[in-house]
């Protein structure tokens, strides 16, 4: 399955992004993509550096104007896209979802980001509501499509229950990137982090992984922090966690990567986990903590 993936640096001009990852888009499918992946929160900048109740008038319902857009792109070029946008459930209630185009242009399903961040520059918290969807992978022409969201992607747990539930493909639309007060050694710590673990969940599950980030910098409107350099390094790992394309940590990229979703069985039969999994031992992972 040809897949491509869309790393873009964003601005706050909403109809120029969505003209910039269309061109992308168009230009990946006349290259034979049938997936295609977009970074977290695409239609603008990350918003979250900041608290500000006026910023959540850039939520928007769904279906909506976006999925509007994207599902037109989607029947256009016969593709199934993935897409990330600032949902409005209701007056005061938002998500951060995660919406799946089929190639005819319908929503296939959407996920609501479940594991929530609230750190310096990442206010999540004080924008969405975790997810209440669970983690069920999205049924699409393509195949079961697990698509997660940035901050779950350190988490095996929802990597395993995707997997669990059938997912051939874990998806995480993803925005992170350095704070300008770490050192540049910690700032490489945390990036090769981030790309181990998710490496990680591949051979854990037998799958590949396809994590999909923004680039480029970003400033904090409010000037508490020094804003962030996103680090870029979108990439795709195979279901032995090995790294079949990694796009570069300060600049654009679209990449055509071609996944060969057939070689998760063999895998799993060379390495069963799924087999051996202790699954009468693990109900400590429902606490908290044990004590």
Not at 59 to 87: D, K, N, Q, R, W
Not at 114 to 134: N, Q, R, V
Not at 173 to 199: K, L, N, S
Request: hydrophobic share 40%; aromatic share 10%; charged share 20%.
């Amino acid at each position: 399955m040809t897949t491509a993936i869309i790393q873009q640096h964003n601005s706050a001009d909403t109809a120029d992004n969505q003209r910039r990852l269309a061109e992308k888009i168009r230009l990946a499918a006349q290259g034979g993509a049938r997936l295609i992946v977009l970074q977290e929160l695409h239609q603008g900048l990350y918003f979250c550096q900041t608290e500000n109740v006026d910023l959540c008038e850039l939520a928007e319902p769904i279906p909506g104007p976006s999925t509007e857009f994207y599902g037109a792109l989607a029947a256009e070029t016969g593709c199934v896209i993935v897409t990330s946008l600032f949902e409005r459930r209701a007056a005061g209630l938002y998500h951060n979802t995660a919406v799946v185009f089929d190639a005819d242009g319908s929503i296939a399903g959407k996920y609501r980001k479940m594991h929530i961040p609230d750190d310096p520059a990442y206010y999540e918290k004080f924008y969405f509501t975790p997810g209440d969807l669970g983690f069920e992978p999205i049924q699409t022409s393509l195949g079961k499509l697990g698509v997660l969201v940035c901050w779950d992607q350190w988490y095996p747990e929802a990597a395993r229950l995707m997997a669990l539930r059938g997912a051939e493909i874990l998806i995480y639309p993803t925005a992170i990137g350095y704070a300008a007060t770490d050192t540049p050694d910690e700032q490489e710590r945390q990036r090769q982090a981030w790309i181990t673990v998710q490496r990680g969940h591949a051979v854990a599950n037998g799958l590949p992984v396809v994590a999909v980030n923004r680039t480029g910098f970003e400033p904090d409107p409010s000037g508490a922090t020094d804003g962030i350099q996103f680090w870029g390094s979108s990439f795709v790992a195979g279901p032995q966690g090995e790294i079949l394309y990694q796009a570069p940590v300060d600049a654009e990229d679209m990449a055509l990567v071609n996944i060969d979703l057939s070689r998760s069985e063999q895998v799993r039969r060379w390495w069963p986990f799924l087999r051996d999994r202790r699954i009468d031992a693990y109900s400590g992972l429902t606490s908290r903590f044990l004590d």
